[in-house]
């Protein structure tokens, strides 16, 4: 289950504090993605990154914020700006070159305290 | 931007019935189409997927079929086992274009034994 890396597993949350996702990949992927998933509610597209040092934002961005530094790094910050933040996250990559197969890491579960 | 809704929500079978997942999306110029599977507790993976060019794609037990003209595609598994018990989540996007894919909202089939 090599490949793409998420951490940590379970993550708490205080109001009013900022909590950065970790999402790591090792496949030479150009496209990485954060989903957000809550129970009946599918997968959500919080933000999207086709390139290093670009991204855009996705269906429900309002509260997060991502940076693409490094083609392996893929960050997720949830803000206090997120209300709602209680929520499974998973990130996912794809290869550009005409192969859509996302793969998905194994997420992380947040909480609020 | 793309809609993508799917139904039904939760299907139950017994072993060996078949299972049909139905989805529509809104966006005629989608044209990739593919399908993920997600077992309890663990990440999304794709299971089979269809392009625009084509009308049917079967692999083994299960097959997609597309009919672009409705704007629907179909999830088919035959002769169920325990272990097809998941969440399915079908998905629609535009190859060469934003490469943003819009998930439904997935549904949970449990295979009675």
């Known amino acids: 289950d090599g490949g793409i890396t998420q951490s940590p597993k379970y993550l708490f949350r205080k109001e009013g504090q900022n909590v950065t996702l970790s999402c790591e990949q090792n496949?030479?992927?150009?496209?990485m993605y954060w989903y957000r998933q809550d129970p009946g509610q599918g997968l959500r597209l919080i933000y999207y990154s086709q390139i290093v040092n670009d991204f855009q934002k996705g269906d429900i961005a309002e509260g997060y914020s991502v940076s693409r530094e490094k083609k392996e790094s893929f960050p997720l910050t949830v803000t206090s700006a997120q209300k709602n933040p209680t929520a499974f996250y998973l990130c996912?990559?794809?290869?550009?070159?005409?192969?859509?197969?996302?793969?998905f890491g194994s997420g992380t579960q947040l909480s609020v305290l | 931007g793309e809609n993508v809704e799917q139904h039904p929500s939760t299907l139950s079978v017994q072993e060996g019935d078949s299972a049909v997942i139905k989805c529509t999306y809104s966006?005629?110029?989608?044209?990739?189409f593919p399908w993920y599977k997600q077992e309890l507790g663990k990440r999304p993976q794709l299971i089979i997927d269809?392009?625009?060019?084509?009308g049917e794609k079967k692999d083994q037990r299960i097959a997609v079929t597309l009919n672009k003209t409705a704007k629907h595609f179909s999830l088919h598994i035959t002769e169920t086992q325990p272990e097809d018990s998941a969440v399915y989540f079908c998905?629609?996007?535009?190859?060469?274009?934003?490469?943003?894919?819009?998930f439904g909202k997935g549904m949970k089939l449990t295979v009675n034994p």
């Open positions: 269809i392009r625009s060019n084509v």
């Open positions: 998905a629609a996007t535009v190859q060469g274009g934003s490469e943003k894919l819009v």
């Open positions: 496949l030479n992927h150009d496209a």
């Open positions: 966006d005629s110029a989608s044209n990739y």
């Open positions: 996912a990559s794809h290869d550009r070159d005409g192969n859509e197969k996302l793969f």
